[in-house]
């Protein structure tokens, strides 16, 4: 049965340390996203990728979230210096077709920095 | 601006009784429309694609019907169960246009009680 995997599933950590959050996409998807979650805001998309070129990170701050696909089977999002107000749950989603198809989203990482 | 509003924000029904959820958009133009269920921890699970041309689209107990003209959406679910206290979600996708700026609704949030 293939799903998306993400890595951890809970993290915990301190103000300005770094977080390294892990995706597996399903294997043949060419679109890779992730997505942001809170109670406020909903779900944000981030960062988004397809066959592995980032084609929109307009909605991660720049100045600390980075989002890379070092290859087809592994994505990452890193956040360096993590704050506090980046606790939220973190989704990883794929897909196969030009970014408006049906997602596959993974379980999520939960963030929270103290 | 493009935007997904859903209502209601929640709902509480009875186990075996139908509801309706609603989503009103103004996605311009428009690609297709999807409906996720998000179970509480999970990550949202597709239930209904729809593009313009589609007016109904079911998934077992769940039935979407899409209204292009009024730019109006409805998730219908049918005897429902316990399993169906989820948050759903309503998801637009633009033509023509980086499709990774899917929009997405805040949910709603359904609680099916025994």
């Known amino acids: 049965d293939a799903r998306v995997t993400q890595t951890p599933r809970h993290k915990v950590t301190e103000m300005g340390q770094e977080v390294t959050m892990r995706c597996q996409p399903i294997?043949?998807?060419?679109?890779v996203f992730w997505y942001r979650q809170t109670m406020m805001q909903g779900l944000e998309l981030l960062a988004y990728?397809?066959?592995?070129?980032?084609?929109?990170d307009s909605g991660m701050p720049k100045d600390r979230f980075s989002a890379e696909m070092p290859d087809a089977t592994l994505a990452t999002l890193k956040i360096q210096p993590s704050e506090p107000r980046d606790s939220a749950v973190y989704f990883c989603?794929?897909?196969?077709?030009?970014?408006?198809?049906?997602?596959?989203f993974g379980s999520g990482t939960q963030l929270s920095v103290l | 601006k493009n935007q997904v509003e859903q209502s209601p924000q929640s709902l509480i029904i009875l186990e075996g009784k139908n509801c309706t959820l609603q989503?009103?958009?103004?996605?311009?133009?428009?690609?297709?429309l999807r409906w996720y269920k998000q179970d509480t921890g999970r990550g949202p699970v597709s239930l209904t694609i729809?593009?313009?041309?589609?007016n109904t689209k079911s998934n077992g107990r769940y039935t979407a019907t899409l209204d292009a003209d009024t730019k109006q959406s409805s998730l219908h679910i049918t005897a429902s169960q316990l399993s169906d206290s989820a948050s759903y979600i309503c998801?637009?996708?633009?033509?023509?246009?980086?499709?990774?700026?899917?929009?997405f609704g805040d949910g709603t949030t359904l609680t099916v009680k025994p």
């Open positions: 989603a794929s897909g196969l077709g030009q970014g408006g198809e049906k997602l596959f």
């Open positions: 294997l043949g998807h060419n679109t």
């Open positions: 990728f397809r066959n592995r070129a980032p084609l929109d």
């Open positions: 989503c009103n958009y103004t996605v311009s133009p428009f690609s297709n």
């Open positions: 729809m593009t313009f041309s589609e």
């Open positions: 998801v637009v996708s633009a033509a023509h246009t980086n499709a990774g700026k899917s929009t």
